[in-house]
Nanobody
């Protein structure tokens, strides 16, 4: 099974920026949700930003609106992969979390509905 692969996490200071990248899935021409999620120890995983493969409908959690931007590149052929990005600006300490990329859902903000998950990439924001 082809699973998403995240990269780009790391450390930043408050007010700084990081860009997450996810090689999501192969080319299939179907419409489904892809998104970024985050989790801190002891808390449930939460949706951060989601989009769709076709149409590009976008949703953001209130906590990241105006600071994070989700975008995607859709695979053009069988040798290509859908790629998902999360540009994170004006980072806050509360953005510290493990960030996960996920794909293949019909219900974009429903964490439990996603079929494929990456291993996660850690984002740590300090003052």
């Amino acid at each position: 099974q082809e699973l998403p692969v995240e990269s780009g996490g790391g450390s930043a200071q408050t007010g700084g920026s990081l860009r997450l990248i996810c090689a999501v899935s192969g080319h299939d021409g179907n419409n489904y949700c892809m998104g970024w999620f985050r989790q801190v120890p002891g808390k449930e995983r939460e949706a951060v930003a989601t989009t769709t493969t076709l149409g590009g409908s976008i949703w953001y959690a209130e906590a990241v609106k105006g600071r994070f931007t989700i975008s995607r590149d859709i695979a053009k052929d069988d040798n290509d992969r859908n790629t998902l990005y999360l540009q994170m600006n004006n980072l806050k300490i509360e953005d510290t979390a493990m960030y996960y990329c996920a794909t293949h859902s019909r219900y974009c903000q429903n964490v439990g509905s996603y079929a494929k998950w990456g291993q996660g990439t850690q984002v740590t924001v300090s003052s």
